[in-house]
């Protein structure tokens, strides 16, 4: 089992590679959005960020907003509780964008990430250089856990693989699986799964 840390850490991961695809264009005060439209299950990590406090969903469930009070980087307890993600949920996630992004996860790509560089400009064009040097930054600390957790490593060829059983094909749909699960166990249901305040 991960420590309490190594938890929030994966959560900080998450929420890094969501902030550099989001952006802001003057309709949430500021606060960077991620717009998914519930695609490719695009939604899943941010719904996990949303079950530790750090995501809202807005419009309707097509895009996820971060909390007013969120910034990476920054100290910020996640809100855990009983409805909260399970560490192999988080995980997920990383497999996830491991797989989404296997260009700028190759061999070729890697490097160890460094220090956070600045936040990109968030109203602002998507494609941009500090947009890219932050998006590449949030991959290779994806990278840097999955080495840890020793779930998956280079082949040959260059390319990330993950270890077996968690280089399943089910990937995401595995976690609404869980996420149902839960929810029918919880005495206030789905509403258990996010924090009360």
Known sequence: MASQSNYEDI?????DVILSLSHDQGLNDGKAR???FCENNMNAPCDMLARLGIMTEARAGMEHCFTSDWRTGMSHPVQRHQGEPSLDDLFLALKFYSEWFPKVVSKDSFQIAGDRPALPNFSGPYANESRTQFHHWAMQNVIELLL?????????????KLFKPFDEHRGLEKYW?????????????????????
């Open 34 to 36: 991620f717009e998914h």
């Open 177 to 197: 699986m869980t996420r149902s699960m839960m929810a029918k166990n919880l005495a206030s249901g789905e509403n258990g799964l996010y924090p009360s305040n």
């Open 11 to 15: 959560a900080v991961a998450i929420a």
């Open 148 to 160: 840890k957790a020793n779930l998956g490593n280079w082949a040959e060829d260059g390319r990330f």
